[in-house]
């Protein structure tokens, strides 16, 4: 298995997630930790954070950076990663091994095709983790803590190099490592993830009185922190989804309609047991991810 | 106004809001707590627990009661808490002042019409604050740190005694006192907590699949939270609240209806900037809450 003190990582984009990425692998004793964005102010600035040890804002930099890197993070929006891996195949030091952290899997490995050279080992991630903060200046590995990490992995990735990678995910916080093929991940997502920021958004567009949060209880406001969303990013996991996501708006639909219905016309038997189900239903869903924590062998 | 070393409390009810309420008011320097809770292992272990004084489980004892407190907290559901005003009305002190905490206000004020005797004072209120856990054994009053409380006061109510209440809950950690009408509150609270509800539960109706969390990044745990919810209580709130519940349901419908036509059509364009609007919205909300703590005069 590769060493830290031997491997050179690169971070490409330090976003939130690729700043809070290299903030937690600062702490790891890897060689040297180098970081690319188009921002210069960006890089500078975490260069004197100390969180990067040198990095690149043009593709000249970007290049040389490359050829030295043992390890990349691709930190960067599914088709910037696309276009990202289309441009700079040629310049990943043989051996490297890749990874990134797109919310969607599918559409880049569907265009990636023949493009991935044979040398390089990438291994497609998604750490399900977050912030309603934006960019660099929003980052802190703190995010990491006791949640999901799902790994795509291709038939010819090597074992060493995923277990290598599962280190690190845990070192960072982690505690729990799904694996999964790409499918299953957008399927899976859509759901989780994407159906509950549209719901997020949505109900805060519907609603004009600015002062309504001198009226809640507390759902309000963990029903809408994610609707201070990433519009850009967020519109294009959407759009790069779209069939999953429909068919998951549609099957949420499918349920609200129920309860409205039950509600409309005062089924209140048929609603005590439907919500009675749904308690137990998400007391369950919690129990299932705590007890694969207790026995992580078993999966 | 009243002195809390003078003033004997009753409440009503001692499950997770009562038992919340008793266990902050008895820090407070009160003559006398006393409760009343049809399960008489929850009344002996709140005395045990030194949350009360004494108590009652049965209707000779909470007469006895009654008679006795010079402010009681009705912690009932909105029916149960109209039924015992029918029933109990009679018994209170002279010169009490009573309160509640029912989630819906007009079912119980429309029809408690001139039942309501003059020699009582009557201040509705709703303390928004909640936890998915149940009954007297899940009871805390850490809830109600930073929440919202909503009066909503009668034009005969005692400025002293709405002044007196308004300190209890300022004590009780609560930050931000709104007063308001019955017909508001009804229709804002459908929003802000029976519809986050309804939402909260027809998404985990929706999915069938139990390892779910497995994939998740924060947000679905955060809309489904509420989702454990109490069934028979809130199907009574939603069935008492029908028509501003069902006015709300639309409402998010058609924001959800327009988010996923713009999904389906690829209107990119669109999409980004109603997220947009969406996320400055959100942070309004959150800072026109933020800029009234900070000048409560103003209010």
């Known amino acids: 298995m590769r060493k830290r003190e031997e491997t050179v990582v690169g971070?490409?984009?330090?976003?939130?997630?690729?700043?809070?990425?290299?903030?937690?692998?600062?702490?790891?004793?890897?060689?040297?930790?180098?970081?690319?964005?188009?921002?210069?102010?960006?890089?500078?600035?975490?260069?004197?954070?100390?969180?990067?040890?040198?990095?690149?804002?043009?593709?000249?930099?970007?290049?040389?950076?490359?050829?030295?890197c043992d390890l990349v993070f691709i930190c960067l929006t599914p088709m910037d990663a696309l276009g990202f891996l289309a441009l700079y195949m040629e310049d990943f030091k043989p051996g490297a091994l890749i990874t990134d952290i797109t919310g969607v899997k599918e559409v880049i490995f569907r265009n990636l095709g023949k493009l991935l050279r044979t040398d390089i080992d990438y291994v497609p991630g998604h750490p399900m983790a977050g912030s309603e903060k934006e960019g660099y200046g929003g980052a802190t590995d703190s995010i990491f803590v006791n949640r999901n990490y799902i790994?795509?992995?291709?038939?010819?990735?090597?074992?060493?190099?995923?277990?290598?990678?599962?280190?690190?995910?845990?070192?960072?916080?982690?505690?729990?490592?799904?694996?999964?093929?790409?499918?299953?991940?957008?399927?899976?997502?859509?759901?989780?993830?994407?159906?509950?920021?549209?719901?997020?958004?949505?109900?805060?567009?519907?609603?004009?009185?600015l002062s309504i949060t001198g009226f809640e209880g507390?759902?309000?406001?963990?029903?809408?922190?994610?609707?201070?969303?990433?519009?850009?990013?967020?519109?294009?996991?959407?759009?790069?989804?779209?069939?999953?996501l429909l068919e998951q708006i549609e099957k949420f639909e499918k349920s609200l309609d129920a309860m409205k219905s039950m509600i409309a016309e005062d089924e209140e038997k048929e609603l005590i047991e439907r919500l009675q189900s749904v308690r137990e239903k998400r007391i369950e869903m919690g129990n299932i991810r705590e007890a694969k924590l207790k026995r992580p062998e078993a999966e």
């Open 151 to 209: 790994l795509t992995p291709r038939p010819e990735n090597q074992p060493d190099n995923i277990a290598f990678l599962k280190e690190i995910i845990t070192d960072l916080g982690f505690n729990h490592i799904v694996e999964t093929t790409c499918q299953i991940h957008d399927e899976k997502i859509a759901f989780t993830s994407q159906l509950c920021h549209v719901i997020a958004a949505a109900l805060v567009d519907c609603e004009d009185d």
């Open 218 to 244: 507390g759902s309000f406001g963990d029903l809408t922190r994610i609707a201070m969303i990433n519009a850009p990013m967020w519109t294009e996991l959407f759009m790069c989804n779209r069939k999953n």
């Open 11 to 68: 971070f490409i984009g330090l976003g939130l997630m690729g700043g809070a990425l290299a903030m937690g692998l600062r702490k790891m004793g890897f060689k040297k930790i180098l970081g690319y964005d188009i921002k210069a102010t960006v890089i500078k600035k975490a260069i004197a954070d100390e969180v990067i040890d040198d990095g690149a804002w043009e593709s000249v930099g970007l290049v040389r950076m490359l050829k030295e």
